[in-house]
């Protein structure tokens, strides 16, 4: 930046353009009439224009009305002298230049004339060329006077208009001394930073600057004064007024600042010479700045708890990961998944499910300390980040404080909802050393808490990832079963002690896994439930036991019943209920022949949906069994509602035939069976005994270990065929 030595605002043209071609009008004031007459001629040049008066009245009477360049004034005139005139020009503040022709020759008079106001005096009688010298030389000088005149009308127009540009800018405007101290700031300040002008001159930039950013600037100001001649710009937060002193305060403002050295040009510019200080802008960017933290904020935060996301819940957690280790401390993570949140969001709506998630949030929060980060991982998951802690322990802590928090319940729409959490811990550096393995492992340990029944919080334990591990195959594995023909079904016969032979059969499923062998069904169909996969495989099941049974009953067996189990999700779709009429018509099966056993969950599921699928199965013949009756609820309204064909004592009832108060139970299960018509089948024989107890409560068909197990296909036809194996257990 240069400061202008010299202005360049006029060429040199302008000034030195001369008189002659320029128009310029001459007065002629004098008594003398032949000299009035001749001097134009004289005179005269291209441009000259001539006016002519014989005395002061009528010469004061032009120069009223007009403008001249140059008056040619006769000292002696009738009605007073040319002084009176030159006075008359100073008092008017008129400019016209004056050339005094006049017969005094006393040198008082010429010097009298100059005193004045004229430029020049000429004496009668005079040499034509004294006085075109004389003429032309006040012309000169007044053209000279005039173009000053204009070049300093434009100067301070120049100077008014930077002034304004400056003084109006809407940025902060300001130069420093060499040594960093504010030499001129524009009005902007005030309303930027609180201060006046005056108040900040004298004082230093950098007391300005935010500590922060402090180091930066210096190196900034430095570089600046130590000649780099090109601008410098950074961002910095400078520090308002504190109110009512002219100590900056705590209030911040962020400014885009551009400086540069002040280098004054001289005609012998040396290009080491050091700077004569610094120039600088500073605009306010904190509305940008703002607007900016918004939409870094959204890229890090949930929309919906505004908490962190799980981008910057990684980011921390790499952060405290790195410095745990400097330290040597621990740190600890937790995994939170709200307990069946799904039920409210589906029974209540997004809304209330949102408010509930906001809720939940909230108070976790309170449970924390200030460098604790709780995120939002999406849906109901939830973590926190505990930076700090001296010992496990004191995660477990938290844990149990988060627990305390959620003791009263949330006020929905609907009425209160008490939320639980499970909560799974992870701890730094023992249950893993990077950010993922951390959060994975507290995810594992809070997946142990949901199937151990929810609401509650434990520790990772590295025995849970080979659980977990497990879960992962065994799923993938699952997938693949069905196109693999992996799956199989055993039968486990049913015996009616009255008639001495096998009544029915139960299909039960069983998974040939390639590596692991036989699987049995409870530790698969969970898994088959929770991803989706329950329909096919319940839809194989249909198929390969109606198949099944057309074969038994195209062999003769046309008594004997064959059941099925269906999964509860088998009635949220019509798919599996269809699949079971379709295969009994392609079968040409006898459809009293057919079971479906479904535990009271189902019959729970009080819905129109569930009830027309229950029905359509019953309307086509098919039988329909309580599975481990007992077990689930107490409420048997839905007998009477549901056209249940048959109720299957549950196994722990048999089991426990001794304990005191058990014979109560089966003793009503077999009421409400003869009450309602319902066939009844004890599942879980064991031994003769149980066998000869039921036998005795009134329960004829059972099913168990004591008769045999469940096998495959060509075994149970071998003990369709030759029952006598199988009752040669029956108790006499
Ligand atoms: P469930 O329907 O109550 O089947 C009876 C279970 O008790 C069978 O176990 C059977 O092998 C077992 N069991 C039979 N007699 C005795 C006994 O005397 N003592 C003992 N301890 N157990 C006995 P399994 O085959 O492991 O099946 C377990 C459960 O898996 C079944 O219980 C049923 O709920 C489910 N399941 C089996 N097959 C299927 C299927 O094809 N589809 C669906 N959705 N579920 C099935
Ligand atoms: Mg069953
Ligand atoms: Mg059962």
Partial sequence: MVIPGEAPFLSSASLHGTADQTPCRILLVDDDNALRRTLPHVLAQEGRSFDECPNLGEAIARLERTRYDLILLDYRLPDGTGLDLLDWLAHARRDEAVVMISGEDAIDAAIGALRHGADDFVRKPYHVAQLQRAVHGALHKARLEQSNQIMRQRLQRSERLHRYLVERAPDLIFTLSPDGLFAYANPRVESMLGYSGEQLVGKSFISLVLDEDVPRIEALLRNTLDGQRHGQSAEVRLRRCEPGTSRPGASLVTVALNVVAIQSQTRDDDPHRPPDGVYGVARDISERKRAEEIITFQAYHDQLTHLPNRILFKDRLELAIAQAQRRGGLLAVMFIDIDRFKLVNDTYGHAEGDHLLRGIAGRIKQTLRKGDTLARLGGDEFTVLLPDIAQPEDAEIIAQKIQRALDEPFDLRHGNFLATVSMGISVFPRDGEV?????????IAMYQIKRAGKNGFRFFDPDLNAHYRERITLENDLRSALANNEFELHFQPQISLSKRRVV??????????????????????????????IGDISRWVVDTAAAQLARWQGLGFTDLRLAVNLSSQDFDRDETIDRVADRIAHHRLQADRFDVEITESVMMRDTAEVMGRIRRLRDCGVGISIDDFGTGYSALGYLQKFPVSSLKIDRSFVTGLHAPGANPIISAITGIAHGFGLHLVAEGVERADQAARLQSMGCDIMQGHYFSEAVCADDAERWLTHTEHLLHHQPS
């Fill in 435 to 443: 950010a993922e393995l951390l959060t994975q492992h507290a995810d």
């Fill in 504 to 533: 029915g059969m139960e299909a039960l499923l069983r998974w040939q896994h390639p590596a692991h062998g036989l699987i049995a069904p409870t530790a698969f169909i969970p898994v088959a439930e929770e991803v989706g996969l």
